[in-house]
Structure formats: structure tokens, C-alpha cells
């Protein structure tokens, strides 16, 4: 995913509590810098302040973060001559989404799991006396009226 020229991320969107790669072919990468460090933070007064140093593939400079539980990743980049890119004096800054708790199973809630379990098996039992009235339907009439037997002795 594109979100800004020249930074990609693995995934759609950016989740909290979860790892996130981060791949960056910029003017570092594009001046061959030997070294790129991402100095990163959270949220709007940049928290947790971090620095790690990217390292260089063919697909650009990449590094894995651990998101956090604040409303935003920020970042710039700095290279081993002390030039940054900080996106035009903008930083990077990039919206972190809330994990969804409704699709989250809770264990303290086994009754959830056993109406599942339940509806699993009404919905099995249901497929099996559908096919039961269907071979009913088409075969007993077939016995009834002796065609059954018929076909079985055109076949000898």
C-alpha cells in the first residue's frame, strides 16, 4: 500500500498492536545513502521517541515497527551525512485504526460458542432429512410401481 510518494507499507491499513513493515525508496535511496535511520513517535506529540536503522534491499530501505495504541505514526528519515527527509517539513504521519472489538470472541463468553455449535449441527441434520426425503420422492415410487426392478433386469 501507497500512502505517500515513495513509502509503502505491507499491509492496508495500519492497526494498533500489531507489526507493520515499512519500505521507503526516497532520496536516500535514490542518492544511494549507505545509511538510513527512522527517528519515529506516536501520536501528536510524538511519545515513545525511537530510532532504528533501515536496512537497504532492492526494493528500498525497510524496517518493522510495533505499532502502539495512539491515533497516529509519525516519522522522518535521516541519512549518515545528518540530511533528513522529513516530507517537505510535514513528517510522515500516517492514521493508526482502532482494533475492532466486535470481531473479537471473547472465553468468557462460552454461550456464543455453543449456539454456534448448535446451529452447526441443526444445519447438518437439516441436510441430511432433505436428502432422505429426496431419495424418498424419487426411488419409492420407482418400488411401488415395479420399474425399479425392471431396470435391474434389463441390465442382466
Same mark, same amino acid.
Given at each position: &500500500? =501507497? ?9 492496508? *491499513?495500519? @492497526? ?10 526516497? %532520496? ?7 545509511? @538510513?535511520? &527512522? ?7 510524538? =511519545? ?5 536503522? &533501515? ?22 528519515? *535521516?541519512?549518515?551525512? +545528518?540530511?533528513?527527509?522529513? +516530507? ?16 473479537? @470472541?471473547?472465553?468468557?463468553?462460552? %454461550? ?8 452447526? *449441527? ?21 418400488? @411401488? ?5 425392471? %431396470? ?5
Amino acid at each position: &500500500m =501507497e500512502l505517500i510518494k515513495n513509502i509503502f507499507f505491507n499491509t492496508d *491499513k495500519l @492497526v494498533e498492536n500489531s507489526k507493520v513493515k515499512i519500505s521507503y525508496t526516497g %532520496k536516500f535511496f535514490q542518492d544511494n545513502s549507505e545509511e @538510513v535511520i &527512522m527517528h519515529y513517535g506516536f501520536g501528536l506529540n510524538w =511519545e515513545n521517541l525511537s530510532d532504528i536503522k &533501515m536496512e537497504r534491499t532492492e526494493l528500498g530501505y525497510q524496517t518493522e515497527i510495533e505499532l502502539g495504541e495512539n491515533e497516529t505514526f509519525n516519522f522522518c528519515l *535521516k541519512n549518515e551525512k +545528518n540530511e533528513w527527509d522529513n +516530507n517537505n517539513g510535514n513528517n510522515y504521519i500516517f492514521p493508526i485504526e482502532k482494533i475492532q472489538n466486535e470481531l473479537i @470472541v471473547l472465553e468468557d463468553e462460552p %454461550k456464543a460458542l455453543c449456539s454456534a455449535r448448535k446451529l452447526r *449441527k441443526t444445519y447438518l441434520w437439516s441436510k441430511k432429512i432433505r436428502l432422505a426425503v429426496y431419495k424418498i420422492i424419487t426411488y419409492f415410487p420407482r418400488l @411401488v410401481s415395479g420399474n425399479y426392478k425392471k %431396470k435391474a433386469n434389463s441390465q442382466n
